[in-house]
Each structure stands twice: as structure tokens, then as C-alpha cells.
């Protein structure tokens, strides 16, 4: 014999179910409403007549048959009989940042300009303002309300074991959110004097294309997630401090500076630039990238490394600094009349790396390329925090690190 659960003689869940079958059989009681409001001469309409309405369906009868796919081949509108190598926002490459250097004939400095790492010694964020950012860091990571399927988590001992998916905030979404809070942050502390002379914007697209060995066509067509912009231009490096003449850039071989950038004879060859050249806020400022794991990948599946992602930053400040110097000196100019700087901050919501780049010539590779070649400065990575989430039910940030918002404040304020 089997012991199951004791059920009173009128059980709650039978109960409960007789009684919504018995209120649902209920007519509503007539109030009256309606003939006082007839006698006082007051129409009477159906709700549903002014919020549904009509649409007439007109059949359509199609003549012939529907416009034949176009296929890409010779006769396609963007086919070039000259192969193209496009670098897009999935990409990275192979070397990451040595062949970046080779790329684009950079050379590159492990540390910040002298004058910003003074101003970062002499800034100093006010408490309540730290403690705000803290607050804003939980907000955007942690008590946003977005629940959605994150991203597919792979343990690196078990490749082809899926785990479970989870539900929670998406990487951009974090991104987006905590970037607004940091930019934010660094207009209050800034004020007024320095926030007039910037302009926010989003999802700006850049496309530049160059010509490598008189005959390779590399174009490169990427976008920042935002686009600061200011109504002067960045100060450029003395060049006779910082001389890139004197340095080597490195050597790939045997391996060719585009390896594993993707080949195609279906593409468009143009200069690409956001902003209209006469607009006031035009001169490119600082650029704020995203870099969650599954924005971007290897060709061969390999894991993305750390120097793989700098490279990245390293093309999209050139993409932006690039175009902006072929709007300003045409398509044909090689060492710039005055040199181009873009600041570029790039993060997956908590490590932030900071760099600078600094255009000087768009010769890349020939003779000219020894004589002038251009700058990056970059820093370590930093994370903003250790732990951030839900720890034994309660909302925790760990190992707070306010330099990333001293270094976001002192970029934003620079000139």
C-alpha cells in the first residue's frame, strides 16, 4: 500500500478551479449608464470601433516572374577583376600588434606620452564623484533588467562539450551601458568649459583603403562603438622628441604582413568618413571600442589573445585617423602637412586599455615609408574590478580600481 498525500473533503486547487467556471458565467449587471447618457443626447461608441481599424487587403496579381537573384560573378555591380584584402570588425590579425606595425608602418611606445602621464600624476578624482562611478558600475553590470541568452562559454579542457546556456546581460549591452556611465562621469568632472567642445556619437563606420607594393589593394572598413569628437584637433608629438625614424619596425618573416586577412573581388573602393569636412565638431577625439569575446576571431579558431586584440585597437585608431586625412589633403597625400592624433580606448566591460595614435604619413611601404612613420603609445591593460555580481545573494564589487576613470577623465579633457 501506498501512502499519498491526505486531500480535505473541499480541496483548494478544486475549489479554486469550480470557482473561476462559475464567475465566468456571470452576466454583467445593466447600470444604467448607457440610457442616462442617450437621454442627455451623449453618442454611445464601441471602444473596439475607434481602436481596430479597418484595412482593406488589395490582391495583387504579379505579371511575369519575380527579378532573378544576382549572382556573384563577373557580372555582378561590385565585382573588381583586382582582388581586394578586407579587414572588418571580426578580424584580427595573426601577429597582432607586430603586424599591425608592418601593416601600417607604426612603431610603438610601451608608455603614455610625457605630458599625459604628468597630468595623470597631478589629477585627482573627487570621492564623491568615485563613489558615484561605483554605484554606476553595479547599475550597468549587475541591476540592469535585460535578460537574454549570454554568450557560449567553452571549457578549453572539453572543446566539444557544450555547456549550458545562461540568462543574464549581454556583452554589449554591458559595454554600451558602462561606457555612458564612465563618459558621464568624466563630463562632471571635466565641466562645462571642456564638454562644450565635444560630440558623442554611436555606431560610426570608417572605410580606408591603401595600396601596398604598388598593387595589393587592402581595404580596411571598421567601425567605432563610440565616436568622441572635438571642435579643435589634438595637439600632435614633437617629432624631435619622439623620433620614429630611428627605430626598426619589426620582422615577419616568413610570414607576409596579410596573412589571414580575407581576399575578395566583391567590394567597394572609397574613402569613408562620418562627419562632413565644414562641420564644426569634426576633428576625430577619442574612440571607444568594444571587445567581447564573441565579437571577434581567428580565421583558424585559435583563441584570441591578448596582442591580437591590441592590434585591433591599433587598426580602428589608423581606420579613423586615416580617413579623416583623406577628407582634409585628398586621396593622393602621403606625409601629411600636419599630423592626425586619435586616442583609443578599448574594453570588454573589465579590463580597459588605453593608446594614442598619431598619423604622420600614409606612405606604407617604398622608400618613402624610412623617412616618416607614424606613432602608438600604449599602456598594460587594466581591470576596473576583480568580482562583480551576485555573491551569496548580495550585490558585490570587488578590487574597485579608480584609475580607469582618471585615465578615461585626463583623455577626455585632452587637447
Not at 563618459?183 to 571642456?194: D, N, T, Y
Request: proline residues 7%; aromatic residues 8%; contains cysteine.
Amino acid at each position: 500500500m501506498r501512502f499519498t498525500a491526505v486531500l480535505l473533503r473541499q480541496h483548494i486547487g478544486f475549489h479554486f478551479k469550480k470557482h473561476w467556471i462559475i464567475q465566468g458565467k456571470r452576466v454583467p449587471a445593466e447600470t444604467g449608464a448607457v440610457a442616462e447618457l442617450a437621454a442627455r443626447g451623449i453618442p454611445v461608441v464601441d471602444p473596439n470601433e475607434l481602436t481596430k481599424k479597418k484595412r482593406e487587403f488589395v490582391r495583387m496579381e504579379l505579371v511575369g516572374q519575380l527579378p532573378p537573384e544576382v549572382k556573384r560573378d563577373q557580372h555582378h555591380p561590385l565585382y573588381k577583376s583586382e582582388p581586394c584584402y578586407l579587414f572588418s570588425d571580426r578580424n584580427v590579425l595573426l601577429e597582432g600588434v607586430k603586424q599591425a606595425q608592418v601593416l601600417l608602418n607604426t612603431v610603438v611606445y610601451d608608455e603614455l606620452p610625457l605630458k599625459l602621464e604628468e597630468r595623470l600624476e597631478i589629477t585627482k578624482i573627487p570621492t564623491q564623484l568615485d563613489r558615484s562611478m561605483q554605484k554606476s558600475v553595479l547599475a550597468a553590470l549587475v541591476f540592469d533588467a535585460e535578460q537574454v541568452k549570454t554568450a557560449i562559454v567553452k571549457d578549453p579542457e572539453r572543446p566539444a562539450f557544450r555547456l549550458p546556456r545562461n540568462y543574464g546581460i549581454s556583452d554589449e549591452r554591458r559595454n554600451q551601458l558602462l561606457l555612458s556611465k564612465l563618459l558621464i562621469h568624466c563630463e562632471r568632472f571635466a565641466g562645462k568649459s571642456v564638454t562644450s567642445m565635444r560630440k558623442v556619437i554611436s555606431n560610426t563606420s570608417f572605410v580606408v583603403p591603401i595600396t601596398r607594393n604598388h598593387h595589393e589593394r587592402i581595404q580596411i572598413s571598421l567601425k567605432a562603438d563610440t565616436f568622441i569628437t572635438s571642435s579643435v584637433p589634438i595637439k600632435p608629438l614633437d617629432s624631435s622628441v619622439y623620433r620614429p625614424q630611428d627605430l626598426h619596425l619589426p620582422d615577419l618573416f616568413p610570414v607576409k604582413e596579410t596573412v589571414t586577412i580575407p581576399i575578395t573581388n566583391f567590394y567597394e573602393w572609397q574613402n569613408e568618413y562620418p562627419i562632413a569636412r565644414d562641420y564644426k565638431f569634426s576633428h576625430p577625439h577619442t574612440i571607444l571600442l568594444h571587445c567581447a569575446p564573441e565579437d571577434v576571431s581567428n580565421l583558424f579558431e585559435t583563441p584570441v589573445t591578448d596582442d591580437q586584440r591590441e592590434g585591433r585597437a591599433l587598426l580602428k585608431a589608423f581606420a579613423v585617423a586615416a580617413a579623416r586625412a583623406r577628407q582634409l589633403y585628398g586621396d593622393d597625400v602621403k606625409v601629411l602637412p600636419h599630423p592626425i592624433t586619435v586616442q583609443a580606448v578599448q574594453t570588454d566591460s573589465k579590463w580597459f586599455h588605453f593608446s594614442i595614435f598619431q598619423l604622420n604619413t600614409l606612405a606604407l611601404d617604398g622608400d618613402g615609408a624610412a623617412e616618416s612613420r607614424n606613432l602608438w603609445f600604449r599602456k598594460p591593460k587594466m581591470d576596473l574590478y576583480s568580482e562583480c555580481g551576485y555573491l551569496v545573494g548580495k550585490p558585490t564589487l570587488r578590487d574597485y580600481n579608480k584609475n580607469v576613470l582618471k585615465h578615461l577623465a585626463v583623455f577626455y579633457g585632452s587637447s
